[in-house]
Each structure stands twice: as structure tokens, then as C-alpha cells.
């Protein structure tokens, strides 16, 4: 592996069967060095509603085809993938008054997923819905 600005992959493939040897041509393949993303920011809405949202944005990460959302409950550690976006933000509206989750992001380069962020930023549901962190670490939306 070249560990140069352009990293990439080069192989051949050597096998032996019954006393011959069979050599392939060299494959090269260049590999995108794909950026783990910052945890999102959240905001926590809808709280004079009978239906809350979480709106979980992100600043855009260049060369990336898609964002992944992760989405983990906060009480079951249970964590699923909500979306693939191309865009710089997700609403995700199905969260109820109560809910507890945790956001984290990977980026998607053809079909290279980098591992998800290891940042996560955190959303409760309550009435009035608020954020988990204080003021200043996110936005507290209507």
C-alpha cells in the first residue's frame, strides 16, 4: 500500500495447482481516503405539537457521494441507520415524548462507509421537548 497522498491497492495473484504456477497481471486500485465526520448538531422541535422531530445537521464533508445517519437508543444501546443523504441535514420525525437517542454520522465515497464518527450528539423528548446538553452546545428549536 502506497501511504503517499495517493493511497491506493496493487496486487497480483500467485497460485500454485499441481506443480504450476499461474501468475495474474498487477491489479491497482486508489482507495479514498474517506473522512470520519464530526458528531451532528441536533435540535429538538415540535414541543407545542403532538408530534416532536429532531433535526440533526452537519457541516458538508467535500468528496463524500452520501452521509449515513446513525440513530442509537440512548436506554437499549440499539442502533440503526436512519437515512443516506446527500444534503447537510436530516428531520427525523419519528421520536416520541420520552425518547432518548444519540446521533453519529459515517460518510460514503462510491462504496467505501467510513466508520461512524466518534462523536455523537444526544436529543431528549420531553414536554416541553429540550436538549440534552445545555445551552450553547445545541439549539433549542420551536
Known amino acids: 500500500m ?8 496493487e496486487w497480483k495473484v500467485v497460485a500454485l495447482w499441481e506443480g504450476l504456477e499461474f501468475v495474474s497481471g498487477v491489479r491497482s486500485v486508489t482507495v479514498a481516503q474517506v473522512a ?14 403532538a408530534e416532536p422531530w429532531v433535526d440533526v445537521s452537519w457541516p458538508a464533508v467535500p468528496g463524500t457521494d452520501s452521509i449515513i445517519i446513525y440513530r442509537k437508543n440512548v436506554l437499549t ?12 441535514n436530516y428531520r427525523d420525525s419519528a421520536v416520541s415524548y420520552g425518547d432518548s437517542f444519540a446521533y453519529s454520522l459515517a460518510t460514503v465515497v462510491g462504496a467505501t462507509v467510513s466508520p ?3 462523536g455523537e450528539s444526544r436529543a431528549f423528548c420531553r414536554r416541553p421537548c429540550t ?4 445551552p450553547g452546545s445545541l439549539k433549542d428549536g420551536g
Open 131 to 134: 436538549n440534552a446538553k445545555p
Open 2 to 9: 502506497n501511504t503517499g497522498s495517493n493511497t491506493g491497492l
Open 36 to 49: 470520519s465526520p464530526a458528531a451532528p448538531v441536533v435540535t429538538v422541535g415540535g414541543r407545542d405539537t
Open 116 to 118: 461512524a464518527g466518534t
Open 77 to 88: 444501546d440499539a442502533v440503526e441507520e436512519l437515512a443516506r443523504v446527500s444534503g447537510t
